[in-house]
């Protein structure tokens, strides 16, 4: 008999932390998401800032690896089937699971676990008194996500990880956690979830209803989970193995949201970004090179089944690029989950994937809430006029590569303001030490601003502070070990830079909790500081 650990949660509201959170994913996610389709994935684009940022600290952390055996679990760049055979590289990821029920005091249990589909429709309808036999129970549903990670491990094969279903699962009666998860899931995670961001939870929903539609799952990238913070899988019970899903119950949808766990954009990521060429050369797709570009996800464009016929090419919607559509990868979506059984579906992630998720692990999950060894933590804090917000913009570009990590104008404004209403941002990054950085603030007026616009501070104990008569330009370079804010830089010549100001400051740690990718706070009224915050 599995044993059952009943956990019963009184309906809860959005918590002050709650609000924080839901600033942080504004910002991290794009301001224009792309709408969620109905029956799909639920997962949201990160930002370009985020994505960017992303990059620059998995190629330092290979950089790191490739060069020194301190990792006991190296990746082995060169075969990915060398690392797949070497199993005391193996990762073991424990799963817990959690059952989102509805309370009903007139079954014997106390409530009702909302599947199947058809028979919980009716009960909300009103159509049918509920009956303990229409519905599925804990015991058996747990076998059936025990199934559907039997078939994970095997789309994981060749990864360095394997998953281990514990044998205790919660049961937790909350009308609306249960029938509103998306919208409630940073008090579900932080009320029922266990283990660390070494763990992985999974939270089963009846249809999750998104944005007027529903999908099948979503998973917040791990790269957003520096503090913990709404961790986990989230998926429809319809879709686990034999869950009824038409279409969606072979058990793909949770080794698709497992890999947004590790790290794994779709396929087809930045397909439509900008309404620019999604087969263009600049498109960055899904960050990793051996997966082809697509004009779009093979769902919007195909039916899979069509492609499953004898003599019948897979589509090529990128035909000028050197690789085809990445057709049957797991991060790709399909129409029906019957065309990933037509191929080996250990084969479905590519060499570049299993090197993202080994990237991504180290950063954010076995290594989380601190910068790495090679890297600085570095405070931007910007500050504006609220009546001309659009009069400031900002850069942050590394020296020489002149790779742009952030720029207001094409991560915020152009996505609808996201100044509007706000008196600062607060930016907590961590950067590759070795690389040296040029922070940029530009007034379109020349008059700079009514208060000190934006500071630096590295590592805790080097500041430089932009003062507020800047003109049209002030400039900003630091190293982990020097700030420069001095007039000394070449400027556009419009105006003078900025004078210096370097200072011994320390931001008391009690507001900062541990890193991600990008942690970033909206100021409007009220600073909202960071806290310890986890599940």
């Not at 998860?181 to 763990?199: F, H, P, R, T, V």
């Not at 087969?279 to 464009?301: F, I, L, P, R, Y």
């Not at 250990?346 to 998720?357: D, H, Y």
Request: aromatic share 12%.
């Amino acid at each position: 008999m599995v044993p059952v650990r009943r956990h019963v949660s009184l309906e809860t509201t959005t918590s002050l932390w709650a609000l924080v959170v839901v600033l942080l994913m504004t910002i991290l996610a794009p301001l224009g998401v792309d709408a969620i389709q109905v029956g799909q994935c639920g997962t949201k684009t990160p930002s370009h800032t985020h994505q960017r940022l992303d990059q620059a600290r998995m190629r330092s952390l290979k950089e790191r690896t490739v060069r020194t055996t301190k990792h006991n679990r190296k990746l082995l760049w060169e075969t990915c089937q060398e690392l797949a055979q070497t199993c005391n590289q193996c990762v073991n990821i424990p799963i817990y699971v959690h059952f989102l029920t509805i309370p009903d005091p007139d079954s014997e249990s106390g409530s009702i676990l909302p599947h199947p589909e058809d028979a919980f429709r009716d009960y909300l309808r009103g159509t049918k008194t509920a009956s303990e036999s229409d519905f599925t129970t804990p015991t058996t549903m747990f076998s059936m996500v025990q199934e559907n990670v039997n078939l994970v491990n095997r789309v994981y094969q060749h990864t360095p990880f394997r998953f281990t279903l514990t044998d205790d699962y919660t049961v937790t009666p909350n009308r609306n956690w249960t029938l509103n998860g998306y919208e409630n899931q940073i008090d579900i995670a932080k009320e029922l979830g266990q283990g660390g961001l070494e763990s992985m939870n999974i939270y089963l929903f009846p249809s999750l209803d998104v944005e007027g539609g529903s999908v099948y799952g979503f998973a917040p990238y791990a790269s957003f989970q520096g503090r913990g913070v709404g961790d986990g899988v989230w998926i429809d019970y319809s879709t686990i193995t034999g869950g009824g899903k038409l279409h969606n119950d072979l058990g793909y949808t949770l080794a698709h949201e497992i890999g947004h766990w590790f790290g794994l954009y779709h396929t087809f990521e930045n397909s439509r970004e900008d309404g620019g060429d999604p087969c263009s050369d600049t498109n960055k797709n899904d960050w990793v090179d051996d997966t082809g570009h697509q004009a779009a996800a093979t769902s919007e464009q195909f039916n899979c089944t069509d492609f499953l016929v004898d003599g019948v090419e897979l589509p090529n919607t990128c035909p000028d690029q050197p690789l085809r559509d990445p057709f049957f990868n797991i991060m790709n979506y399909l129409d029906n989950e019957d065309c990933y059984s037509a191929a080996d579906i250990t084969e479905s992630l590519t060499c570049g994937q299993i090197e993202r998720m080994w990237m991504q692990w180290n950063l954010y999950r076995e290594a989380a809430n601190a910068c790495h060894e090679d890297e600085m933590l570095v405070d931007i804090n910007f500050a504006f006029d609220s009546q001309f917000w659009w009069e400031t913009t900002f850069q942050l570009s590394t020296v020489g590569s002149v790779d742009t990590i952030f720029d207001s104008v094409s991560d915020f404004d152009a996505k609808g303001a996201a100044f509007f209403n706000h008196t600062s941002v607060d930016m907590y990054l961590c950067l590759p030490r070795a690389e040296e950085y040029e922070f940029v603030v530009q007034d379109s007026f020349g008059d700079g601003s009514s208060v000190n616009p934006a500071s630096i501070t590295v590592n805790e104990n080097l500041t430089c502070t932009v003062p507020a008569d800047f003109g049209f330009e002030a400039r900003i370079r630091f190293t982990e070990s020097s700030l420069k804010c001095d007039g000394n830089l070449p400027t556009t010549g419009r105006s003078p830079v900025s004078t210096s100001s370097t200072s011994s400051f320390a931001m008391p740690f009690s507001s900062w909790s541990g890193i991600g990718c990008l942690s970033t706070t909206f100021v409007t009224t009220v600073l909202f500081l960071w806290g310890s915050v986890g599940h």
